[in-house]
Structure formats: structure tokens, C-alpha cells
């Protein structure tokens, strides 16, 4: 279970990252974010992104989104170069930060992917209560995002991303700004819906037990700057539960291995 | 807003301080000459005349009565002559500057905020156009008033310029800020979504500067009637402007008072206009106080 000794052929790699680097000019000095990270990602695979804070894991996910321009290296999506600035079709982004729209209410901002598509009213309406009901959202779809709470709007924002049924689904700490317990709840809800769409999953996080209880494969980032330190499969059964998983012997032993190797990425990020 | 759940009171101190006001008004000069040292000479109703004139002169100037103090009647057609006699009748000034109120602000408006969600949203424009911008605004618009007479007769056309003048720099602003400050998250989550270019502008940038543009609106409303009234100053042959030029030059103050008072309700009602059209725009944004 050691750093890259897993290889994918051409055709079941969906995302694709090879030497990619990232440099920042802030005020004159360069800030390198980003140092010669690649990976692949096989389609239907849910990856983790594991990594102390500042150490490049929304700059690498921002890159694959076409947010941010790489300084050098190569991305590609089903054999596609990305291209900077231009979104790439299926694939989905949920933001580390609330980005839900507070001028739209919950529908109409789930409803929005596919508004800019030109999806007809009839139909719109269909796919966004069943997203509501999915959600557990029922009740507010003519609410303003500014009447939920954290966790509603997190679900909210979810799906409006999932509503257009992406292949891809980019995630920067989604779950990050919630308490334990309804963040269990949101894996719970995350889990069922991978495991029905099997999309392929990018998960940014700095939470060590979200990792293992959602993804297959964990790679652990260096303190800045950003490198692959590790990587770890996750081998527990599908489908999983969120809360049982956290209890089972497996679990223990997986997060006491990486924790310590985490550990240290925490101390050498923390010092000058 | 702690003491609001006693609205009959602060009605009743409002009912109160209007009467205080339009008494002293009524009266105040009365007392004059027993107690100069209390009642100011400026009190004079040569000057600001009193509430009883000024109704009365109401009465006259919107025909409603003859200059004679009689009562015109309707049906024996001395109301309609009145109207057809009179080219500046308090109905028509009110109608014409109204008309040019509302010109001048719809393009000025619409001007100002097309040109700030442009420049706003390009670096490139707004670097160019800077010093500009800069240049113009630094000149008081009024000032110009009299180059747009000039330019453009007496005519309506001058009223609607001068008015377009003042507003669309204030619309331009707060239109421009709301669209430089607006949060990069919301453009890239519509991006991803698959957004197009003037996706964005529709349904992003423009609802995100909404509050701005309404922060500008109540002023612009001001400033579009400013702009009309001092165009008519300077030179028209109809508006209230007009009439306030006629009546001064009669040493009228009554008149005076009845076009500024109507210049007031004006303004009370555009501006409840737009207080009832941003609350329904940004609506969602009562949310975030109600409940
Ligand atoms: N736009 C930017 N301009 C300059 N520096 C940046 C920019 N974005 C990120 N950085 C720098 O790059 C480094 C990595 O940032 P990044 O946001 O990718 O970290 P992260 O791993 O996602 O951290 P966290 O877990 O706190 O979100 C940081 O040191 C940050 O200061
Ligand atoms: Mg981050």
C-alpha cells in the first residue's frame, strides 16, 4: 500500500495529472503552492486528497476545475487537456465555501445548471424535486438560502451541482465547515449517491476519518510545498456505513497508520 | 427600532409637530410687532407667505378657482377655459416636469448602469476610461446646465439632458462598485455550471449589484427632478421651474410655495415607488431580517 505502485491503463483513467506544478506571485514574492504532483484518478474511483492546511489541496483541485492556471504540467480529463478558464464539460464543482446564490431561492439555485442548459420548465421541475426530496429539502424549496442552516445549505449546494448529473465530481472540504455529527450524515448522503451514480470523485480534505469512511484510495500531500507524500488504499466493503465504519477494528488500524505519517506533515507545516 | 411597537404614538407626535409647524406658520408674524425679539423678520409671509395663501393660491394656479377668488364651475365650462387659457397651469407644469423627471432618469439610469456593469467588469476599460471619468465627475454637473440650454433649446430636450447629466455619473458609480466588489465565488460556481460569458453578466453580475444600484436610485430620483427643475430655471416655456421663475418674478411667495410643495409630494411618491420596487427585487434580502 505504498506510493504509486498503482498503475491504470490509458482507457480507465479518468483524470489524468502528470509533473504539475504551481508557482503564486504574491506582492512580489513567489509562493510555491504546488510541487510536481501527479496522480490518476480510474473512472468511478472516489480519491481523497489528504493534507495539512496550506499544503496546495484546493490550488491542485482549482487546477483540475480550470480555476486556476497550472504554471506547468498537464491535466487531462478522459484523455482531454483541460483548458484554463473554460469549463470542462461533466464535470461538477462543490466549493470549500458557500458559493449557493442568495438572490435565487433553493429550487431555482438547484434548478440553475439546468436553466443554462435550456432544459424545459416541465422537466426542470421534475429533477429538482426529486434533487429536494434527495436532499431532504422538501419543505424549502421556496426558501432563501439565508433561511437554512449550514448543513441544509451544504445539501442545497451538493445538489446543485449533482442535478446535472456530472461524471466528475470535483470536491473542495464540502463538508468542512459542519459539526461531527450532521457531517456524518451529509458522508451518509454522499455515499448513497455515489454508490447509485458511481461518478468519479475528487475529495479535498484535512479530515483524516471523512477520508476513510468515503474514499478508496487516500493521497496524502506534503506541507507546502504541495507534493505527494503517500498514498493508501481503503479497502473496507461497499456499500459503507458512515457511523458503523468509524467503529470496526479496520478502521483504527488504517487511521493510526496514516495519522502518524499526517502528523508529521502537520509539525513541518506549522514550523517556518 | 425598540420603541416601534407604538406606532399611534409616533403618529400622534408626528400630527403634532405639523400642526406646531403650520400654526406658527399660519400665525407666528402676527406677533410681530408686540414681540420682535421672538418672532424673526424672516417669518414675514412676504417671504415664505402662510398656509392659508398658499392654498388659496393652489386653488387659482390649478384653476380650480378664478383669479377673483371665485370658484370655477365645471359645468358652465369655467374650469376647461381656465385650463385652455392658462399655458402654465399647476396641472401642466406638474405633468411636463414629471414627464422630463422621468426621461431623464429612465436614461440616465439605464446609461449609468450599463456603462458600470462594462467598466466594472473589465479591467481593461475601466483602466482607459479612468481619468476620464474622473475629469467629468470632478465637474459640478449643474454647471453645465446652461451649455445644455443653449445646445438644446428650451424644449423638453434640455430638461431630459440635464437631468440624464446627474444621474447617470451616481447610477455609473454605485453600478461600477457593485460590479468591482462582486464575489468571485458566485462567477466561478455559475462558470462551472457551465455559465457563458453573458450567463454570467444575466444572471450573476447583475442581480449581485442590485443593492447597489438601488442604494443609487432613491438619490437619483432626487437629482433627475433637480436637473429638470433647473433647466426650466435657466430657460422653458412650461414646469413647475417655470412657475416658481413666473411667480418670483411677481414677488409671489405664495406661488413659490405651492410649486415647491408640490415639488415635494413629487418626490415623496417616486420615491415610495422605488422603496416598493426594491422590496420587491431584492426580496431576498428581507430574509436575512424577518423571522
Ligand atoms: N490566489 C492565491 N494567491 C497567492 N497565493 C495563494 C493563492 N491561492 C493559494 N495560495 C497559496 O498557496 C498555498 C496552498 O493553498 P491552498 O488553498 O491550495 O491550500 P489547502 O491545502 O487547500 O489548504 P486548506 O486546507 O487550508 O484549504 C497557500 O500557502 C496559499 O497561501
Ligand atoms: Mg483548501
Redesign the interface.
Known amino acids: 500500500m505504498h506510493a504509486s505502485q498503482f498503475v491504470a491503463s490509458p482507457v480507465t483513467r479518468r483524470i489524468d495529472v502528470r509533473g504539475l506544478c504551481k508557482t503564486f506571485q504574491l506582492a512580489g514574492t513567489a509562493i510555491e503552492a504546488v510541487r510536481d504532483v501527479s496522480f490518476s484518478v480510474r473512472r468511478g474511483e472516489f480519491v481523497a486528497l489528504l493534507g495539512p492546511s496550506g499544503s496546495g489541496k484546493s490550488t491542485v483541485l482549482n487546477m483540475i476545475?480550470?480555476?486556476v492556471k497550472p504554471t506547468s504540467g498537464q491535466i487531462l480529463i478522459d484523455g482531454t487537456p483541460v483548458v484554463p478558464g473554460q469549463?470542462t464539460?461533466n464535470?461538477?464543482?462543490v466549493?470549500q465555501?458557500d458559493?449557493l446564490?442568495?438572490?435565487?431561492t433553493v429550487a431555482d439555485n438547484i434548478g440553475?445548471?439546468l436553466q443554462?442548459?435550456g432544459v424545459p420548465v416541465a422537466e426542470r421541475k421534475e429533477r429538482i424535486d426529486a434533487c429536494l426530496m434527495q436532499a431532504g429539502l422538501q419543505d424549502f424549496g421556496n426558501?432563501?438560502p439565508?433561511?437554512l442552516s449550514g448543513g441544509m445549505r451544504q445539501r442545497a449546494a451538493l445538489m446543485?451541482?449533482l442535478v446535472?448529473e456530472p461524471q466528475v465530481l470535483l470536491m473542495d472540504e464540502p463538508f468542512g465547515a459542519l459539526d461531527t455529527h450532521t457531517k456524518i450524515d451529509m458522508h451518509d448522503v454522499l455515499l448513497r449517491i455515489w454508490e447509485r451514480e458511481q461518478q468519479t470523485v475528487l475529495f479535498v480534505t484535512h479530515d483524516l476519518g471523512e477520508a476513510l469512511t468515503l474514499a478508496d484510495r487516500i493521497i496524502l500531500f506534503s506541507a507546502r510545498p504541495g507534493r505527494i507524500k503517500e498514498s493508501f488504499e481503503v479497502d473496507f466493503a461497499r456499500p459503507r456505513n458512515a457511523v458503523k465504519i468509524r467503529e470496526t477494528p479496520r478502521y483504527a488500524e488504517l487511521f493510526q497508520l496514516i495519522w502518524h505519517s499526517l502528523g508529521e506533515e502537520f509539525i513541518k507545516g506549522r514550523s517556518p | 427600532m425598540r420603541r416601534a411597537r407604538r406606532p399611534g404614538r409616533t403618529l400622534a407626535w408626528q400630527v403634532l409637530i405639523c400642526l406646531c409647524i403650520l400654526s406658527i406658520w399660519q400665525w407666528g408674524y402676527d406677533l410681530h410687532d408686540r414681540l420682535p425679539w421672538l418672532v424673526p423678520d424672516l417669518l414675514d409671509p412676504y417671504f415664505i407667505s402662510k398656509p392659508s395663501d398658499i392654498f388659496e393660491h393652489f386653488l387659482i394656479l390649478s384653476c380650480l378657482k378664478s383669479k377673483l377668488g371665485v370658484f370655477n364651475g365645471w359645468f358652465n365650462g369655467e374650469f376647461g377655459r381656465c385650463m385652455a387659457r392658462s399655458e402654465n397651469n399647476l396641472w401642466i407644469a406638474t405633468a411636463v416636469t414629471l414627464k422630463n423627471t422621468f426621461f431623464g432618469f429612465v436614461t440616465g439610469v439605464s446609461s449609468g448602469f450599463a456603462a458600470g456593469l462594462l467598466l466594472g467588469r473589465s479591467d481593461r476599460l475601466s483602466a482607459i476610461f479612468q481619468p476620464f471619468i474622473t475629469a467629468v465627475n470632478s465637474i459640478p454637473r449643474i454647471a453645465l446646465a446652461p451649455i445644455i440650454v443653449l445646445a438644446f433649446g428650451i424644449g423638453d430636450t434640455s430638461k431630459i439632458v440635464t437631468s440624464w447629466i446627474v444621474v447617470v455619473f451616481l447610477v455609473f458609480f454605485n453600478t461600477f462598485e457593485g460590479a468591482r466588489s462582486i464575489d468571485e465565488g458566485f462567477v466561478n460556481a455559475a462558470r462551472l455550471l457551465g455559465a457563458s460569458e453573458w450567463q454570467i453578466t444575466r444572471t450573476v453580475v447583475v442581480p449581485s449589484t442590485m443593492a447597489w444600484v438601488f442604494a443609487s436610485l432613491t438619490p437619483a430620483i432626487s437629482f433627475a427632478l433637480i436637473g429638470v427643475i433647473v433647466g426650466e430655471f435657466i430657460g422653458a416655456e412650461r414646469g413647475i421651474g417655470r412657475l416658481i421663475i413666473e411667480s418670483e418674478a411677481r414677488a409671489e411667495a405664495s406661488g413659490m410655495m405651492v410649486a415647491v410643495i408640490v415639488l415635494m409630494l413629487v418626490g415623496v411618491a417616486l420615491s415610495a415607488l422605488i422603496w416598493r420596487l426594491q422590496a420587491y427585487l431584492l426580496r431576498w434580502q428581507q430574509h436575512n431580517l424577518a423571522e
Open positions: 476545475a480550470t480555476l469549463a464539460p464535470v461538477g464543482y466549493f465555501r458559493t446564490f442568495p438572490w435565487r440553475y445548471g443554462l442548459a426558501a432563501y439565508s433561511a446543485r451541482t446535472v
